[in-house]
Each structure stands twice: as structure tokens, then as C-alpha cells.
């Protein structure tokens, strides 16, 4: 019998997946054996990023703390980006970044300066 908590974050990176694959086309999947030493994030497909995802109940501590992690998945990846996809109650969802995280996204962006 599955955790229902594993089948819970399961399902949440299956959505994530589709909602990025939908928005993005890149083809976005889940990564298989998340929660290695050397994990490198939840979902594979956005080029040169890692995404990692909370399906909380307390999404203000996932907030806190997700982005955190997906810096270090981000390390281990060697990418270059790295954003942390929430899941809020009523399934509505957040993409969050540390300040870090954004300031790369906009200065690898190319804009002007």
C-alpha cells in the first residue's frame, strides 16, 4: 500500500508537470528517485532548470523552505536556474524563488541593464 503522502506529492508533480508541459511545451515529466543525496529536482523538461514542488498543508512553510531546496538540487544539476512550484488549498498554484533565484532569472534573461 502507497504512503498517502507519497501519492500525494506523486500526483502534485504529475500536475506540475502537465501545467508546465501546457504552458511551456517543452515536454516537462517527473524526474524518478527524487529525494537522493544528489537529488537534482522533482521535474525534468525546462531546459538549464530545476523545479522542485510542495503539495503542503502548510504552504507558508513550504514557501520557507522548498526554495532553499531546490538551490541545492540546482547545485547538484549544475543549472543554471531554479524555481520551486507550490500547490496552494484549492489547488490553485505559486512558482517562488529566493531573490537570488529571480535576480538570475533577469539578468540571464539579457534585458537591458
Given at each position: 500500500m502507497t504512503n498517502p503522502q507519497?501519492?500525494?506529492?506523486d500526483r502534485a508533480e504529475?500536475?506540475?508537470a502537465a501545467l508546465l508541459d501546457d504552458l511551456l511545451?517543452?515536454?516537462?515529466?517527473?524526474?524518478?528517485?527524487?529525494?537522493?543525496?544528489?537529488?537534482?529536482?522533482?521535474?525534468?523538461g525546462v531546459p538549464d532548470t530545476v523545479v522542485q514542488v510542495a503539495d503542503w498543508t502548510d504552504a507558508l512553510r513550504a514557501v520557507r523552505e522548498k526554495p532553499l531546496g531546490a538551490e541545492d538540487q540546482r547545485l547538484n544539476a549544475g543549472a543554471t536556474f531554479a524555481f520551486t512550484m507550490i500547490r496552494l488549498r484549492g489547488g490553485a498554484w505559486r512558482c517562488v524563488?529566493?531573490?537570488?533565484?529571480?535576480?538570475?532569472y533577469?539578468?540571464?534573461?539579457?534585458?537591458?541593464?
Open positions: 507519497k501519492a500525494k506529492g504529475r500536475e506540475a511545451g517543452y515536454g516537462v515529466r517527473r524526474k524518478l528517485g527524487a529525494g537522493r543525496q544528489d537529488d537534482t529536482g522533482d521535474l525534468d524563488l529566493t531573490p537570488e533565484q529571480m535576480a538570475t533577469v539578468r540571464e534573461s539579457g534585458g537591458p541593464r
